[in-house]
């Protein structure tokens, strides 16, 4: 690696010599005179985009504000490894927010334009646990057939990690773990919730990107989770852990998954508000779980959607969350589809005129042992 940060810093140096940029206002264009070594330096030291088996070199400072520089940037395939993904050298744009601190949101091609990806939406709607599901607490036949379910439901198993205080989620962080029945993985969850007030998804988006978030950032995509009165912004980064066998959530010992969930934790969390503030709280860490629901495949007014039957173990027994959704790939072809479906549900009977606080709920329950 020291070598490699040499020559970072030798090109740097070369760079140094060339004449100012251009101001041309809002952005700078053609030189390095905003150019800080320090960001290269953390890039490198930090950001994951930087152990992928690639080299990456900065060649010029193509643009920059007070929040962004866009780089041109030379790569090259490390190790004996083949590239996914040929060519395995050649020049790309590097876009880094320097804000709150360096990271790279995004690698396009040469000569192609940068662009933002509108946030997906997922409309949710609680529906009436006592109408919808049987005795043993599973879909009724009637509503299979409304919904034209015909397959098993999947089973999925999750359990949260907090701090006995919940000092993650009064940070708006949900940390979670997935397993999928019959899949040799855990997906782990890192996510970042910001509150919308009304409809004002504007000011939800500028906070998220006054802490760092981009609709730029593949790692962290933004989603809109709509409900029956309330509307929530959130960046989640999954990361799948891939295992031998089936895992057991019940069976897994605290400390394995606090270790694996601080070994794969992005420095979002990490550095949350200050430096290691994330891996210093995950010392404290415990888990809540695991909590299970199945997840049901369905057809609503022509449109495929999905109900999940929550069974979350509280103090005073075990509680049912049931919830019809729908994904859209933006806000525009939620709005489209969400008025029949509340129609529809609303006309069956079995909608719940509220929206569903399934994660606070969850959160309430008390930590496993260690």
Not at 277 to 301: C, D, K, V
Not at 315 to 330: L, R
Request: with cysteine; charged share 25%; aromatic share 10%.
């Amino acid at each position: 690696m020291e070598w490699t940060a040499c020559i970072i810093l030798l090109a740097l140096t070369c760079m140094s010599s060339w004449a100012p940029a251009e101001d041309t206002g809002e952005w700078v264009y053609g030189g390095s005179a905003k150019t800080d070594i320090a960001v290269w330096e953390a890039l490198f030291s930090s950001d994951e985009a930087f152990y992928d088996g690639f080299m990456y070199v900065p060649q010029m400072l193509l643009a920059a504000d007070d929040e962004t520089e866009a780089w041109l940037v030379s790569y090259s395939r490390q190790g004996d490894e083949p590239s996914e993904t040929p060519p395995t050298d050649g020049y790309l744009v590097m876009y880094i927010q320097l804000v709150p601190s360096p990271k790279v949101i995004g690698t396009i091609p040469v000569g192609t334009a940068p662009k933002e990806t509108e946030p997906e939406c997922e409309i949710k709607l609680l529906l009436d646990h006592e109408r919808v599901l049987d005795e043993e607490h599973m879909l009724a036949e009637d509503i299979l057939k409304a919904f034209r379910i015909e397959d098993e439901p999947q089973r999925i198993d999750a359990i949260y990690l907090d701090t006995p205080e919940r000092d993650y989620l009064q940070a708006g962080w949900i940390n979670r773990i997935r397993v999928k029945a019959g899949k040799t993985k855990y997906t782990l969850t890192y996510k970042k919730r910001y509150p919308i007030e009304g409809d004002d998804i504007g000011t939800a988006l500028a906070a998220a990107r006054a802490d760092g978030f981009s609709l730029y950032d593949s790692q962290f995509p933004a989603e809109i989770d709509w409900g029956y009165a309330k509307m929530t912004l959130s960046f989640a980064a999954d990361i799948d852990v891939t295992v031998k066998e089936t895992p057991d959530l019940g069976l897994m010992d605290q400390r394995d998954a606090v270790r694996m969930f601080t070994e794969k934790m992005p420095s979002e969390v990490k550095d949350w508000g200050s430096a290691d503030w994330g891996t210093e709280h995950a010392e404290g860490m415990q888990m809540i779980g695991p909590i299970r629901f199945f997840r049901y495949s369905g057809t609503l007014n022509d449109e495929s959607v999905r109900i999940e039957v929550w069974h979350v173990p509280g103090t005073d027994g075990t509680q049912y969350i049931v919830e019809c959704s729908k994904e859209c790939e933006n806000m525009k072809a939620a709005a489209r589809l969400r008025d029949s479906m509340l129609e529809s549900l609303d006309a069956m009977g079995i909608l719940v005129p509220s929206d569903a606080l399934k994660t606070q709920m969850i959160l309430s329950t008390p930590d496993r042992e260690p």
